[in-house]
């Protein structure tokens, strides 16, 4: 697997459109994580001051407000991806700077969420959603990669596991009671590929 293959069943050939087309990029930062990454701006509004401990419901109002505030973050990559396709050879970097870019929102809204410092009785749940939040941006990063390498059998693999774990993510956050994080279009339009 560290080998540097250039196998024409492995690298991207003329447009990359063919193999990946922009719009499972587009969907995969439109599910990614919560909804996108995190601000100071954020910090204002997440981070808990008092000494007592946030309810379920004080909880998810907040965590649902930092994924609210981040979706206009989001759209705008999703936006830029849409203006990539369809995606050429030459344009693989600027999709693996969009996919890092993303997985940079998505680990910095995971530490605003971690500061908000969950209700006691569902810690061991809502850190169970967190960590697989941690292994998509891990996934994330796996596909920039695979994109800058113009691997097409690595830009599946790391697409179906963003997706994948998306969908899990979806489940958990949906079945916590958050309206936003994990919202619509978890697995929306990672079915439309050409």
């Not at 587009?26 to 100071?40: D, E, M, N, P, R």
């Not at 509004?45 to 609210?68: F, H, M, N, V, W």
């Not at 973050?73 to 849409?82: I, Y």
């Amino acid at each position: 697997m560290g080998q540097n293959t250039t196998r024409s069943d492995q690298s991207l050939p003329g447009p990359v459109a063919r193999l990946v087309p922009a719009v499972a990029v587009i969907a995969v930062l439109a599910i990614a994580g919560c909804g996108g990454g995190g601000t100071k701006t954020v910090t204002q509004i997440g981070t808990q001051t008092s000494a007592e401990p946030l309810t379920k419901a004080e909880y998810i109002a907040r965590a649902d407000a930092i994924c609210k505030v981040e979706e206009a973050k989001r759209a705008e990559l999703e936006q830029q991806v849409a203006e990539l396709a369809p995606i050429t050879s030459g344009e693989t970097g600027e999709v693996a700077a969009l996919l890092r870019k993303q997985a940079d929102n998505q680990r910095a809204e995971v530490k605003e969420l971690l500061a908000l410092g969950p209700p006691g009785a569902d810690a061991a749940d809502l850190a169970s959603l967190l960590s697989i939040l941690g292994a998509e941006i891990t996934d994330l990063d796996d596909w920039a990669d695979a994109y800058d390498r113009r691997n097409a059998k690595e830009i599946r693999s790391s697409q179906a596991r963003v997706a994948a774990h998306n969908a899990e993510v979806s489940s958990l956050a949906r079945g916590y009671g958050f309206k936003v994080c994990g919202g619509p279009g978890i697995t929306g339009n990672l079915t439309r590929f050409r």
